[in-house]
T-cell receptor, first 113, second 112 residues
Framework: GEDVEQSLFLSVREGDSSVINCTYTDSSSTYLYWYKQEPGAGLQLLTYIFSNMDMKQDQRLTVLLNKKDKHLSLRIADTQTGDSAIYFCAESNRNSGYSTLTFGKGTMLLVSP | DVKVTQSSRYLVKRTGEKVFLECVQDMDHENMFWYRQDPGLGLRLIYFSYDVKMKEKGDIPEGYSVSREKKERFSLILESASTNQTSMYLC???????????FGPGTRLTVL
């Protein structure tokens, strides 16, 4: 079945770059996503990348996709304390005929001043 | 902007009670989803619906049921709440022609 793996924890200093990595298994995924969850809140869509793209940049966020290795990464430039949150990687699935997402367990990013 | 709302942010119920969690979206999305989120386990899909009155089981449907009488509203029902259903419950919606899901703020349910 589909599976998405992420490292559980990342700690960086304010102003540094953060890189959160993810591996997925479904080579037929059309879209891959990054969501952000702040404490006690729901998931907020950060960005997504279409499977035929290698890279997408959106202000401080850069998403890199290596389809051959099924590896996705999210780079946050000039990381701020407000970026401290849990980041979820997700792959889209249509194997059952319905549109669903499979999520990783999340990476907790801690940004220290 | 897509808006997904959930009826309660926090809910405390007793074992054996019937519990209703409500979710409403205002963007005419066809698909709606219920997840639970637990530490160390990530998000697990309970049920989803791709149309009014239609439902599909997710990965962990046991102990839950759902209702979708109107396109904008998707209810999660715990027929007889148990302590192991204490969790954060997240609702999401999406359009059929995209896979992007938009989430509500979540309901933290405690069953005593």
């Amino acid at each position: 079945g589909e599976d998405v793996e992420q490292s559980l924890f990342l700690s960086v200093r304010e102003g540094d770059s953060s890189v959160i990595n993810c591996t997925y298994t479904d080579s037929s995924s059309t879209y891959l996503y990054w969501y952000k969850q702040e404490p006690g809140a729901g998931l907020q869509l950060l960005t997504y990348i279409f499977s035929n793209m290698d890279m997408k940049q959106d202000q401080r966020l850069t998403v890199l996709l290596n389809k051959k290795d099924k590896h996705l990464s999210l780079r946050i430039a000039d990381t701020q304390t407000g970026d401290s949150a849990i980041y979820f990687c997700a792959e889209s699935n249509r194997n059952s005929g319905y549109s669903t997402l499979t999520f990783g367990k999340g990476t907790m990013l801690l940004v220290s001043p | 902007d897509v808006k997904v709302t959930q009826s309660s942010r926090y809910l405390v119920k007793r074992t054996g009670e019937k519990v209703f969690l409500e979710c409403v979206q205002d963007m005419d999305h066809e698909n709606m989803f219920w997840y639970r989120q637990d530490p160390g386990l990530g998000l697990r899909l309970i049920y989803f619906s791709y149309d009014v009155k239609m439902k599909e089981k997710g990965d962990i449907p046991e102990g839950y049921s759902v209702s979708r009488e109107k396109k904008e509203r998707f209810s999660l029902i715990l027929e007889s709440a148990s302590t192991n259903q204490t969790s954060m419950y997240l609702c999401a919606s999406s359009k059929t022609d995209t896979d992007t899901q938009y989430f509500g703020p979540g309901t933290r349910l405690t069953v005593l």
